[in-house]
Antibody, heavy 120, light 107 residues
């Protein structure tokens, strides 16, 4: 069955770049009936959509992060990626990757999440 | 951006109770509304999409209704495993947005 797994550093220094990878197994990331997303949750807070990427590489990004954010995809590796530049303590969060099935536009499969702390 | 507002923000209830959570959108989103359940430290679980479509494997005590700007999630008879935080999310337009959550606690 489809599984998603986030990976990346758990600690990033302020002003540096946060880089995460989501590895997809059990299905092709090129499936045209799906697209892929990053979502985060600050400690004790609610859920924030970061952005989404389609298998051809087009993206939708949260305007609140847009100038710092790059989301990309590598279909040959069945992975997609998040890069967030110039991080601050406000970017400390549990980061999730997820699948969206087109036609439902809900996050139906999630990774377990990876905690990223921004601290010197 | 479409703002999603849930009510109540928290509530307490007993096993066997019928519970309703409301989600209001700041503008019409048709039926592009999903509900999630999240337990502490875990990834959210999709319960309902398209306002009323129950995900495979989700117990039938969960149901969703509504369209336009007002939506409800109903749990017909609370079970011990249902105590969690629930979120709504709109899929009508970008940026996708979530409600602030409703924490359901044991009375």
């Amino acid at each position: 069955q489809l599984q998603l797994q986030e990976s990346g550093p758990g600690l990033v220094k302020p002003s540096e770049t946060l880089s995460l990878t989501c590895s997809v197994s059990g299905a092709s990331i090129s499936d045209s009936s799906s697209y892929w997303a990053w979502i985060r949750q600050s400690p004790g807070k609610g859920l924030e959509w970061i952005g989404s990427v389609y298998f051809r590489g087009s993206t939708h990004n949260n305007p609140s992060l847009k100038s710092r954010l790059t989301i990309s995809i590598d279909t040959s590796k069945n992975q997609f990626f998040l890069k967030l530049r110039s991080v601050t303590a406000a970017d400390t969060a549990l980061y999730f990757c997820a699948r969206v099935t087109t036609g439902f536009d809900a996050f139906d499969i999630w990774g377990q999440g990876t905690m990223v702390n921004v601290s010197s | 951006d479409i703002q999603m507002t849930q009510s109540p923000s928290s509530m307490s209830a007993s096993v066997g109770d019928r519970v309703t959570i409301t989600c209001r959108a700041s503008q019409s989103i048709g039926s592009w509304l999903a509900w999630y359940q999240q337990k502490s430290g875990k990834a959210p679980k999709l319960l309902i999409s398209r306002a009323s479509t129950l995900q495979s494997g989700v117990p039938s005590r969960f149901s969703g209704s509504g369209s336009g700007t007002v939506f409800t999630l109903t749990i017909s008879s609370l079970q011990p495993e249902d105590f969690a935080t629930y979120y709504c999310q709109q899929g009508n337009s970008f940026p996708r947005t979530f409600g602030q959550g409703t924490k359901l606690e044991i009375k």
